[in-house]
């Protein structure tokens, strides 16, 4: 923050540019009780760092609304994924208007790998998504804060034949590998 001229006021403790201090707002619906907290959590440890993170609880039908609209800073949300895996509704730019691309993503290089992984046969999909995977992890469109349920992340000392699936993310645990 420093590199962009941001230096700490003494007075709110933010950090401030030109009188002006580093501050968004949060919109999070205001029914969801989970993300409420989180919420709060965030805003705790970005007032630890200077910056002013304000949150707007609204119902769920003006966050949605809101949403659709793209009259957010940032909102706090989750995807319910269907097992056949097709991330295009969030990331194509053809779903920024009337679809769920709420960020107003817009990239043809990950149009076209979003549209190879979903027609990739068989023999191809691990290639596909790993171009896929590979491609949104340099770009980050989003930042996953938390994950509700369950997750999969390990150190490239985890190896062996890892098969984790939707259903158990341990599965064959028996078969994996520590270096």
């Known amino acids: 923050m420093a590199e962009e001229d941001y230096e700490p006021d003494d007075?709110?403790?933010?950090?401030?540019?030109g009188g002006v201090p580093f501050s968004f707002t949060l919109m999070v619906n205001e029914e969801n009780t989970d993300r409420l907290k989180?919420?709060?959590?965030?805003?705790?440890m970005y007032a630890e760092v200077?910056?002013?993170?304000?949150?707007?609880?609204?119902?769920?039908?003006?966050?949605?609304d809101r949403l659709v609209s793209k009259q957010f800073d940032a909102f706090l949300g989750g995807w319910q994924l269907s097992?056949?895996?097709?991330?295009s509704f969030a990331f194509r730019s053809s779903n920024i208007l009337g679809g769920e691309n709420y960020i107003s993503y817009q990239d043809p290089k990950m149009d076209e790998l979003l549209q190879q992984a979903f027609l990739a046969s068989h023999e191809g999909i691990y290639?596909?998504?790993y171009?896929?995977?590979?491609?949104?992890s340099q770009v980050s469109p989003y930042i996953s804060?938390?994950?509700?349920?369950?997750?999969?992340?390990?150190?490239d000392k985890v190896g062996g034949n890892i098969g984790a699936t939707p259903l158990n993310i341990f599965a064959n645990v028996q078969e994996w590998t520590i270096s």
């Open 50 to 64: 200077g910056i002013e993170m304000k949150i707007d609880a609204v119902d769920k039908e003006t966050y949605l």
């Open 11 to 17: 007075v709110t403790g933010y950090m401030m540019k």
């Open 83 to 87: 097992y056949a895996l097709d991330l």
């Open 145 to 155: 804060l938390y994950f509700k349920k369950s997750v999969l992340m390990m150190k």
């Open 127 to 129: 290639d596909a998504y």
């Open 38 to 44: 989180v919420a709060k959590e965030m805003q705790k």
């Open 131 to 136: 171009k896929l995977q590979d491609y949104f």
